[in-house]
Antibody
Framework: QVQLQESGPGLVKPSETLSLTCNVS?????????WGWIRQPPGKGLEWIGSVYHSGSIFYNPSLKSRVIISVDPSNNQFSLKLTSVTAADTALYYC????????????WGRGTLVTVTS | DIQMTQSPSSLSASVGDRVTITCRAS??????LNWYQRKPGKAPKLLIY???NLEGGVPSRFSGSGSETGFTLTISSLQPEDFATYYC?????????FGQGTKLEIK
């Protein structure tokens, strides 16, 4: 059974860097698929952040591209999100997910982790 | 960006009802449309991919149809576990965008 679990600080100060990790179990990242991040600010819709292949191929949301780094660590079977220069607008429930190549549907998701940007 | 518009935003229905949720894209997305179910505190669940394909393990009461700019998700006979929020998503191009969600509540 494929499982994804997000982890990271629940509180981040404005202007600092938000860092989250998604640990994958039940499937080897090296075996394929893209691995991505999605977020939902309180009271707003879902926003796709980006996704990465184990070889390093990456797609980013252009609206966040200047502040986002998504990386993959196949040796630990995990992937990460870094979002720099955060503001209150980055407060959100952050999900990690596995994306199927071709149709790009996210077939497995984590439960999400709430990150609040506050001083 | 491609805008996805879901309707209705909320819906009250009873167990056994047939329910349809609509999703419209601001431009053609061919068949690159997925449907998800989300319940509080749980991982979102893929129901339908590529407009009409049922994800493995998803009950057959769920079905999807449509192409280009108009899509529907139908639940043929609502069960208690189906009360949740449903989202459509286009994956025709990046950024991949979602509808605003349809909250399905018990009448």
């Amino acid at each position: 059974q494929v499982q994804l679990q997000e982890s990271g600080p629940g509180l981040v100060k404005p202007s600092e860097t938000l860092s989250l990790t998604c640990n994958v179990s039940g499937y080897s990242i090296r075996s394929g698929y893209y691995w991505g991040w999605i977020r939902q600010p309180p009271g707003k819709g879902l926003e796709w952040i980006g996704s990465v292949y184990h070889s390093g191929s990456i797609f980013y949301n252009p609206s966040l591209k200047s502040r986002v780094i998504i990386s993959v660590d196949p040796s630990n079977n995990q992937f990460s999100l870094k979002l720099t220069s955060v503001t209150a607008a980055d407060t959100a429930l952050y999900y990690c997910a596995r994306d199927e190549q071709g149709n790009w549907a996210s077939d497995y998701w984590g439960r999400g982790t709430l990150v609040t940007v506050t001083s | 960006d491609i805008q996805m518009t879901q309707s209705p935003s909320s819906l009250s229905a009873s167990v056994g009802d047939r329910v349809t949720i609509t999703c419209r894209a601001s431009q053609s997305i061919r068949h690159y449309l997925n449907w998800y179910q989300r319940k509080p505190g749980k991982a979102p669940k893929l129901l339908i991919y590529s407009a009409s394909n049922l994800e493995g393990g998803v009950p057959s009461r769920f079905s999807g149809s449509g192409s280009e700019t108009g899509f529907t998700l139908t639940i043929s006979s609502l069960q208690p576990e189906d009360f949740a929020t449903y989202y459509c998503q286009q994956t025709y191009n990046t950024p991949r965008t979602f509808g605003q969600g349809t909250k399905l509540e018990i009448k």
